[in-house]
């Protein structure tokens, strides 16, 4: 089954830093998303993005953050200056069509520790 | 908005264990209701879904059935295996065209 990619699995950062997580999404899907899943808590929305242009974003996804695809095939997140509490698992998703009913397929992830 | 609650980990089982991992969902109207898996080092994947009430969601032997009179969707399971080892996770749809609310995740492990 076609994979979503994620790089870094594993991405250390200093508070302040800048930091841009990397997806490679399946290669006929039209909509992307981020999620995160801070240590213990629930996985949360973040933003989703479809025909170059961000389509919904949650309260978190705040003037630090933004998303590009600046290629064909990436897709990323960037936080321009991260917090301690940035630090979370993220989770790039993507799916052939919007709307909740679509299956979305996720990578496998991004580890951000912020120090 | 639309929220889940599901069972707290972490769950432990033997080898052809009975398994239930409870999810309960406050939501306006009758969503669709999914479970995602993640397996070790994987990303999160789609379970089971059903989209109406009484619907039964069934995949690699695991099963769901939306119940509106309890908001409950329990994902059970008759024998577990070793390879089902990982987390599970309860979703709906947020209460918008794109995103799904996910539950905390609950960790389950199988032993030989």
């Known amino acids: 089954e076609p994979e979503v990619t994620q790089t870094p699995s594993h991405q250390v950062t200093q508070m302040g830093q800048e930091v841009i997580l990397r997806c490679v999404p399946i290669?006929?899907?039209?909509?992307f998303y981020w999620y995160r899943q801070i240590l213990g808590q629930k996985v949360e929305f973040l933003v989703s993005?479809?025909?170059?242009?961000?389509?919904?974003k949650s309260e978190i996804f705040d003037d630090q953050f933004s998303v590009e695809r600046p290629d064909g095939s990436n897709f990323t997140l960037k936080i321009r200056s991260t917090k301690l509490e940035d630090s979370a698992m993220y989770f790039c998703?993507?799916?052939?069509?919007?709307?909740?009913?679509?299956?979305?397929?996720f990578g496998s992830g991004t580890q951000l520790s912020v120090l | 908005g639309n929220s889940v609650t599901q069972m707290e980990g972490p769950v432990t089982l033997s080898e052809e264990a009975f398994l239930t991992i409870n999810c309960t969902y406050t939501a306006t109207g009758y969503p669709s209701l999914f479970w995602y898996v993640q397996y070790p080092g994987e990303g999160l994947q789609l379970l089971l879904k059903?989209?109406?009430?009484?619907d039964k969601g069934s995949n690699k032997g695991f099963e769901a059935t939306y119940r509106k009179e309890t908001t409950s969707f329990h994902l059970e399971k008759g024998s577990v295996q070793v390879s089902d080892s990982a987390v599970y996770f309860c979703?709906?749809?947020?209460?918008?065209?794109?995103?799904?609310?996910f539950g905390k995740g609950t960790l389950l492990t199988v032993n030989p």
């Open positions: 993005f479809y025909n170059n242009e961000i389509s919904e």
């Open positions: 290669s006929n899907h039209l909509y």
């Open positions: 059903a989209t109406k009430a009484d």
């Open positions: 979703a709906l749809p947020g209460g918008s065209n794109y995103k799904l609310t």
């Open positions: 998703a993507s799916s052939q069509q919007g709307g909740t009913n679509e299956k979305l397929f």
